[in-house]
């Protein structure tokens, strides 16, 4: 990701390892950061924007698609419209399958890395899903809606699952078919900053946001010099690349200022998640078939 100095996110340092005074400083840079956000939320989306595009205008359509959609779904429960819910999911199933199978057409590495031959994938298999679940719909007798619900439950859970282990290879292989050029590339430094994650803690409980970083590379490309960082940055403080020192790397050549850093949450969360789906999913088919 090419580095913008003005990036108010961002904390750099030429610090390896951070000591208290620089992890305080870029705590309290990270704290500044997200009441600028509150405080000017019209600058906040003309800073995504600038950094994202038309990618970013896309995918607050579709979050807010989503969100619509799950709430529509929940409030056919209490009035008993049951045969609502296999179509507002489907629809939710099949915008997401469209955005994956036709992405951003400048942008290979959309979607944590995945590389556009797996996100097509991805895509095919949500969209495949959301037309089972329309067919489910049909075939699946409704005089018992308990049956009814769990079958369509239990088609939901294995597309998702499948999609998990899609978007699981792809990240795991993004290395040979999206970062595909190995170049050497000095550390003149590192950025920090903080990612909110459901089960993280920080000190004094003051946020629930865990420290990430990544090593600031300064390169040349095709007569270009470049300063970037991982695409994705890493969980934790403590760098492990000296700074000064020179390195090699793996750059996208389509983007050179795309690196490769491996993060295994990206790995691990889509596994664990095609798991407990495709579990969910045999349980549920078990159930169904006595």
């Known amino acids: ?16 390892v951070p000591d208290e005074k620089d992890t305080k400083a870029c705590y309290d840079h990270h704290e500044e950061y ?26 607050m359509i579709l979050v807010i698609a989503i969100f619509v959609g799950i709430i529509a779904a929940v409030l056919c429960l209490p009035i008993k419209k049951y045969e609502y819910i296999p179509w507002i999911i489907g629809a939710i199933m099949l915008l997401i399958g469209i955005g994956f199978f036709f992405p951003y057409p400048d942008d290979p590495t ?102 990430v970083y990544s090593p600031l590379f300064e390169y040349y490309y095709n007569g270009e010099k470049i300063q970037a960082y991982y695409d994705i940055l890493l969980n934790g403080t403590k760098g492990k690349i000296k700074v000064g020192s020179n390195t090699k790397i793996r750059i996208n050549p389509d983007r050179p200022s795309s690196i490769w850093g491996y993060n295994p949450t990206y790995f691990v969360m889509p596994s664990c998640t095609a798991f407990f789906c495709l579990a969910g999913s045999v349980v549920l088919f078990i159930l169904l078939m006595r």
């Open 1 to 16: 990701m090419r580095y913008d100095p003005e990036d108010r996110e961002l904390y750099f340092s030429t610090q390896m």
């Open 34 to 59: 997200l009441q600028w956000a509150r405080n000017h939320p019209g600058a906040w989306v003309r800073k995504e924007m600038k950094a994202d595009g038309i990618k970013a205008v896309a995918g």
């Open 110 to 211: 959309v979607f944590v890395s995945a590389g556009k031959t797996f996100l097509r994938i991805e895509g095919a298999i949500l969209i495949i899903g959301a037309i089972g679940l329309i067919i489910v719909n049909y075939i699946c007798p409704r005089d018992n809606m308990t049956i009814f619900l769990l079958t369509c439950i239990c088609e939901i859970l294995f597309v998702i699952a499948l999609a998990m282990v899609v978007k699981a290879i792809g990240y795991k292989t993004a290395p040979k078919y999206v970062y595909t050029e190995e170049i050497d590339a000095g550390c003149i430094g590192y950025v920090r900053s903080y990612e909110a994650q459901p089960d993280a803690t920080y000190v004094h409980n003051r946020t629930t946001d865990v420290p």
